[in-house]
């Protein structure tokens, strides 16, 4: 019997309460190392918007050679 994967992706643009997702969990429920790596993504991610996305290009074209 092949396995089955249960993989679950939180749907960010349903009801609050439409009952078909589960609870996302809350900030503080997340591991401290969690916190702090969704915070410097955030952040790369506002900087990035307000430099027009040039500065990621450049930074991720650097690690290919």
């Known amino acids: 019997m092949p396995r089955q994967f ?3 992706q ?3 643009f349903s009801g609050l309460h439409s009952g078909r997702t589960a609870a ?3 900030w503080q429920e997340l591991p401290e190392g969690t916190r ?3 915070t410097a993504l955030m952040v790369r991610l ?3 918007h307000a430099n027009g996305g ?8 650097g690690h290919d050679a």
Do not use: G, N, V
């Not at 500065?55 to 074209?61: D, I, T």
């Open 54 to 61: 040039r500065a990621s290009q450049r930074k991720e074209a």
């Open 36 to 38: 702090q790596a969704l």
């Open 24 to 26: 996302m969990p809350q």
């Open 10 to 12: 939180f749907d960010l």
């Open 46 to 48: 506002l900087i990035d």
């Open 6 to 8: 249960m993989t679950y």
